[in-house]
Nanobody, 122 residues
Framework: QVHLVESGGGSVQAGGSMTLSCTAPGYTYTSMAWLRQAPGREREGVAAIVDGRTTYADSVKGRFTISKDDAKNTLYLQMSSLKPEDTAMYYC???????????????????WGQGTQVTVSS
């Protein structure tokens, strides 16, 4: 059973913009997030949203915006002023629970997408 389907990745030059989408067919999750993993590095949280409350990693604050359209069961990540260090596989994560604590805790989200690659060239 497919829970989350990501789209929108690709290649872009530094300074460019890109929007990722994550669709949850037939279900609206309460807690959702974007995480990323670069080669040789641990997976890290990028942005999360719970009941409209958003959280961002320091490295993307002011450049990335997370949003959620419950009518379309879709999560978005608008990325601007992209840097080569933003290059990574980006994953959408979701859970029916309403998380109140740290939204990037390891193992927090029950459902994951397959990932979409974002490559930023200098």
């Amino acid at each position: 059973q497919v829970h989350l389907v990501e789209s929108g990745g690709g290649s872009v030059q530094a300074g460019g913009s890109m929007t990722l989408s994550c669709t949850a067919p037939g279900y609206t999750y309460t807690s959702m997030a974007w995480l990323r993993q670069a080669p040789g590095r641990e997976r890290e949280g990028v942005a999360a949203i719970v009941d409209g409350r958003t959280t961002y990693a320091d490295s993307v604050k002011g450049r990335f915006t997370i949003s959620k359209d419950d009518a379309k069961n879709t999560l978005y990540l608008q990325m601007s002023s992209l840097k080569p260090e933003d290059t990574a596989m980006y994953y959408c994560a979701a859970d029916p629970s309403r998380f109140l604590g740290w939204l990037f805790a390891p193992g927090l989200y029950r459902y994951w997408g397959q990932g979409t690659q974002v490559t930023v060239s200098s």
